[in-house]
């Protein structure tokens, strides 16, 4: 099955999956056992499927062919080169390649000059007035190569300018942004490019993103901060007639490793094989020439040989447009395909798996608790009354007060329930008294103020320390706050399970784990490329602090919004159970008094109201099958996919 074919497949799993949970959330509605909480989480749940992208990088110098390769795995059935291919740098800026309905196919492109700015390329996409925005004829393939030349655009500026922007003029491994005769320096015209076009794949959620050589990626450190981590695959492309230059080194190391081992879904491919393919020579002497290119790639990259991949893009793009079956294979662009797919799909399919299973489990395993308490309750309400058959009214007022005393008992304990409450919004006004945005934005402004004021290199590295130790003690002392939330509703919940037979189970954990490794993955780039004794004796105070900011410590408070949403959603997830539970118990508790009142009030006959519960047991039990059967079909369809080819065999 193709990359495109198992792309598909995986967006009709999702639409079907989607599908399911729409079942159950319309399902509750109609039943009245929908709650504003659970109501919410499912449709945040539908939104996020409906959202769902999978992000697939291409990393690679000038010259790689990086852009035939895109062309190839994915445009050749449009029938000519969507992106621009050609000798040289033909990518200048970051470009994304993916579909949104609610915009007209399109260019988007940043001008450069924003780099100036202390904002990112993400806050910008908020402010589409500051984008150059292009129509794409979809229709005419020529007018679509035209519109799409201008990522391949440049413009000159002094340099000053070019230093001001970011450029390290005349430095790194590759002499790009060198003077000029004329004084001038040339830099990519524009910052970043967003293409929007209606391919069936993009259709589908797929985003590519395109990215330049190894200066332009270090001048935009959005890229390996946030977007090269971020993405389902990374394909980095090395050019067989040069092998691992010392520019790609820089780039394996730097960018798609970060100094340590390659992770998942990250892949070599070595283009240009065509170029072994000599007449003079037997096919056995071309592969063994191809099979030792790959292993000297491999050695050199310390990766096994199987993870480096030889191809032709050229000839598999010229295959695939023709038709030529034998040019295809020869090009080795299905073997790439081929890992690609089976690396990157199940994956994905893997993590939106786990995360609906939280969600999706939380929301039915209420529901299922909320159907079993009113099916005890039913039951309880039922022998009592059955034990009623052939008793005085005597007996029926011993129940009575019974029952009315076990009210009581319950309503008294609510003083307990209120106190929790209590004690749980003050712990949580703890919680974000840490985690809170205000406790952040102050430590930016005072961060901000010591680096601006700074007069030796040391104060401004110290501040840099002290940023990222103050975050981290942030998140160290809202962990704490988390643990002590946890353990008041665990105790909790075993009480009014025990004194009041409440089917609260255990309360959902959370961790702040994850955000943890995130500000340790920003203070290792940051200490790898801002806070070193070169960069502070190379570099102005003005320039380190811009970069600071503008590329690190936004990352940061990005972790932090990220942090603050989930730890909203498990407090309203953590109180909603024994919110819902106590509710219903009272209403239980009410109905089993109102039900034998009525019976020694003469108002109701007692096998009369016998059948009356007799009936609603019957539409409880209806309502519990009914609800197995949807989340039944919804688990189903997140067995994990190594379990699924267990489960085959």
Not at 237 to 252: E, F, K
Not at 512 to 538: F, G, V
């Amino acid at each position: 099955m193709s990359l495109a074919d198992q792309f598909a497949a995986y967006s009709a799993w999702r639409s079907r999956l989607a599908a399911h949970i729409g079942e159950l959330q319309h399902w509750l509605g109609q039943n009245e056992l929908s709650d504003a909480q659970s109501d919410l989480r499912l449709a945040q749940l539908l939104e996020r499927l409906r959202e769902d992208r999978l992000n697939v990088a291409f990393v690679a110098e000038f010259s790689r062919g990086k852009s035939e390769l895109i062309n190839a795995i994915f445009f050749a059935d449009y029938g000519n080169r969507m992106l621009p291919s050609s000798a040289g740098r033909t990518t200048m800026c970051p470009t994304e390649l993916l579909f949104d309905s609610n915009k007209a196919p399109s260019i988007e492109l940043l001008p450069i000059q924003t780099r100036s700015s202390n904002s990112s390329v993400s806050e910008y996409k908020r402010f589409p007035d500051e984008w150059s925005r292009m129509p794409l004829d979809t229709d005419s393939p020529d007018a679509m190569q035209d519109a799409l030349r201008h990522v391949s655009q440049t413009t000159r500026v002094t340099p000053e300018e070019a230093a001001r922007l970011g450029f390290e003029v005349g430095e790194g491994q590759v002499e790009l942004y060198s003077v000029g005769e004329d004084g001038l320096v040339e830099v990519p015209r524009w910052r970043h490019a967003m293409i929007n076009f209606p391919h069936p794949l993009l259709k589908q959620g797929l985003v590519i993103l395109d990215t330049p050589g190894l200066n332009a990626i270090g001048a935009e450190p959005e890229l390996t901060l946030s977007l090269l981590p971020n993405a389902h695959a990374v394909l980095f492309i090395l050019a067989a007639d040069t092998g691992v230059t010392q520019s790609d080194m820089a780039i394996w190391r730097e960018h798609i490793c970060n100094g340590g081992v390659a992770k998942r879904g990250r892949m070599v491919v070595l283009n240009k094989i065509d170029g072994q393919w000599d007449e003079l020579k037997t096919p056995e002497e071309i592969d063994a020439e191809i099979r030792r290119q790959v292993e000297s790639s491999a050695n050199t990259l310390d990766l096994p040989a199987s993870q480096v991949f030889p191809v032709s893009a050229q000839k598999g793009l010229v295959a695939k447009i023709t038709g030529d079956a034998a040019l295809l294979d020869k090009s080795r662009l299905p073997l790439l395909e081929a890992a690609l797919s089976s690396e990157l799909i199940p994956a994905k399919r893997d993590i939106v798996c786990e995360s609906t299973e939280s969600e999706f489990g939380d929301v039915s395993r209420r529901v299922r608790g909320l159907l079993d308490s009113r099916l005890t309750g039913l039951r309880e309400q039922l022998t009592e009354l059955t034990e009623l058959r052939g008793k005085n009214k005597g007996v029926v007022e011993y129940m009575m007060g019974k029952v009315r005393a076990e009210k009581e008992e319950f309503e008294s304990g609510l003083q307990r329930y209120y106190a929790v409450r209590s004690v749980f919004s003050t712990l949580t006004n703890n919680l974000f008294g840490h985690l809170g945005l205000d406790v952040l934005r102050q430590l930016t402004h005072e961060t901000r103020t010591v680096m601006e004021e700074a007069a030796f290199s040391k104060t401004l590295s110290d501040a840099m320390a002290n940023f990222f130790a103050q975050a981290r003690q942030a998140l160290s002392k809202s962990s704490g706050e988390i643990n002590e939330i946890l353990a008041m509703m665990e105790a909790v919940y075993k009480k009014f399970a025990v004194e009041h037979g409440l089917k609260l189970g255990s309360p959902t954990s959370f961790s702040l784990l994850r955000y943890e490794k995130e500000l340790d993955r920003l203070q290792a780039w940051c200490d790898d490329h801002l806070n070193t004794m070169l960069s502070l004796l190379t570099h102005d105070k003005k320039n380190i602090t811009q970069k600071f900011f503008e590329e690190v410590a936004v990352q940061v408070r990005r972790a932090f919004e990220h942090a603050n949403r989930d730890a909203e959603v498990w407090l309203r997830a953590v109180m909603a159970p024994m919110e819902t539970q106590v509710r219903e118990h009272q209403i239980q508790l009410k109905r089993r008094l109102e039900s034998i009142k009525r019976i020694h009030q003469a108002t109701d006959t007692l096998e009369d109201r016998i059948a009356e519960l007799e009936s609603v047991e019957k539409g409880l039990r209806q309502q519990i099958d009914a609800l197995e059967e949807i989340v039944g079909r919804v688990q189903e369809m997140l067995v994990p996919q190594a379990d699924r080819v267990l489960q085959a065999a």
